[in-house]
């Protein structure tokens, strides 16, 4: 499976933006779409997750509420859109398909991803 991560850019606080994964064939094979970012001298943390059959998603707590986590398997896509965003959230964004069907450790895991899109940066201004 191969990933595009997209929509990324430069915007100021308060701003929206809409990210795009695209994957490269049908995701049959896909249990949870996952995203997560990494800020400059950070580790890679954990965004958001959708399980990709039942559409139940998952967030990390310093969303809150901020962003939303969606899919559209016609489209072989999940999206994250962004709103309120703050300067914190200015980070390298990447999409990352599980297929594997059992945890490694948990679905807020970075090591529990077989496969990752390249990453889209996006820069939060104040």
């Known amino acids: 499976v191969q990933l595009q991560a997209s929509g990324g850019g430069s915007v100021q606080a308060g701003d929206s933006l809409r990210l795009s994964c695209a994957t490269s064939?049908?995701?049959?094979?896909?249990?949870?779409m996952g995203w997560f970012r990494q800020a400059p001298g950070k580790e890679r943390e954990f965004v958001a997750a959708?399980?990709?059959?039942?559409?139940?998603?998952y967030y990390a707590n310093f969303v809150k509420g901020r962003f939303t986590v969606s899919r559209d398997p016609a489209e072989n896509a999940a999206y994250l859109h962004m709103s309120s965003l703050e300067p914190e959230d200015t980070a390298v964004y990447f999409c990352?398909?599980?297929?594997?069907?059992?945890?490694?450790?948990?679905?807020?895991?970075?090591?529990?991803?077989?496969?990752w899109g390249q990453g889209t940066l996006v820069t939060v201004s104040s």
């Open positions: 959708i399980k990709w059959r039942e559409g139940l998603k």
């Open positions: 990352a398909a599980k297929t594997t069907t059992y945890y490694r450790k948990n679905l807020y895991s970075a090591g529990d991803y077989d496969y």
């Open positions: 064939e049908r995701t049959v094979g896909v249990w949870i």
